[in-house]
């Protein structure tokens, strides 16, 4: 369309076009969804009302994480709990998988340290069947010896590959450093292909049997107008009867005393693997909003200071960032980032210098205003699904958080204030007790990471 343009030939929209863009508002309230609990046949179900809503998603949450293996059989989590949808005492591996399609479901299953998350996202109206398939599933696995062993085999091509990549040494470096080799907090989540070439078929008994015949907290996200909770109870608690405890703490972990890189050599690198941070306080800490907000600046976005400096102005890396990982007990602050071989060093101090910059000056009003909006933004739209308000659900069961902590964290982010952010990252952030880990070619850049005054243990395999 242009001044020439017959006014016949005008698209009708061209009246509905603005120059400007629309002003924003305040954000709206918001308010987590109705949550009921009560307890049947052993078990407690936790549940969030989502009125009207067709899908529903239902998961069972059972004391079966990684902090639950014995010595060694690092793994064995994971192993038992990905093998239950893959074959039971009434159906194969393929029957199972045809049962759960034919509801118009969705198998679902995560682990963490603590807990093992097992679920079906499912039409609402077929949620009493698809609770009936979990409660085969978790509590009748079959966990034979070729299943066991066809499955064991897939884990085995997994970490090999896994293991392969550039920064899965690094992670485990920097956990051993962080926790300790004593601690299993201290290894990675999945263990290592050594120890779970040690795991075998009575192993995933075994583990089944002490860990994931207990009741558990079933938590159901839907519409609860459509649904019988006593009846599901009774279908996913029948048979229950195992131990429930949580596992036992692992030691506490010791701040180094002070600055210290470890670097694990990979020769002919091109690139060099960064993870530097600290230990952090666990999930129940009264500060998240606050640590969430400083960190979301520091690296949590593309436009974060980290991957402005890292990126955009030094050209070192396709991407930098920082986050916290709060967990049960204790939680970590990382800063990670994959960088060209050539520039390892400056990319290392030059990310001390950011974070070292967030903990003495903090945030500016600026970076507040603009974060601030993002996190409110983000809240809803990850609820807009009956697993996502599950999730949350979840979240309050495993960290022994109010029913209404969703509601409470996000009125807490719209009143919060850029000198709270400012307080919590000069008390959470520790510069001066930071583990740096570098996997890269050894030979490359030890010179540099020395010339800039950094004290460098090797790390032998």
Known sequence: MNATTPADEVPAYADLLIAERPAGVGPRPYTFPEVRRLRVAGGEI?????????????????????????????????????????????????????????????????????????????????????????????????????????????????????????????????????????????????????????????????????????????????????????????????????????ADAPPAPQDPPGVRVLLVDRPGAVQSVLRIGHTAPPRST???????????????????????????????TYGAGASFAHGRRVGTFTVAASVHTEVTADAVADALTEVRRMHEHGVTDEEFGTTKTHMLGSVPIRLQTPRGIGGRVREAVVHGLPDDHVTRQYAEIVAAEPAEATRAAAAYLRPEALTIVVEGDAAAVLPGLEANGFEVTRVED
């Open 46 to 246: 936790v549940a969030a009302h989502l009125p009207g809503r067709a899908m529903a998603w239902a998961g069972l949450v059972l004391e079966a994480g990684a902090l639950h293996e014995p010595a060694g059989l690092e793994g064995l989590s994971r192993a038992t709990g990905g093998l239950l949808d893959e074959g039971t005492e009434n159906y194969t591996a393929d029957e199972f998988a045809l049962a759960i399609e034919g509801l118009g479901a969705r198998w679902t299953w995560g682990h963490d340290w603590e807990t093992q998350s097992i679920g079906v996202d499912i039409p609402v109206a077929r949620l009493a069947d698809g609770a009936a398939l979990l409660a085969e599933a978790v509590r009748r696995p079959a966990f034979t010896d070729q299943d066991v062993e066809r499955f064991l085999a897939d884990i085995a091509s997994s970490l090999k590959h896994q293991w392969a990549q550039p920064g899965t040494r690094a992670l485990e470096t920097y956990r051993r450093a962080l926790f300790g080799a004593d601690s299993r907090y201290g290894s990675l989540l999945d263990g290592t292909p050594a120890s779970n070439a040690l795991v075998t078929a009575d192993h995933i008994r075994d583990f089944h049997a002490r860990r994931m015949t207990a009741a558990g907290t079933l938590v159901v996200a839907a519409d609860l107008d459509a649904v019988d909770l006593d009846a599901l109870g009774r279908t996913v608690f029948a048979g229950a009867s195992g131990a429930d405890g949580r």
């Open 286 to 316: 009264p500060d998240l909003v606050a640590i969430d907000l400083f960190s979301e600046v520091l690296g949590g976005s593309f436009t974060s200071r980290l991957n402005h400096q890292l990126r955009e102005v030094k050209g070192y």
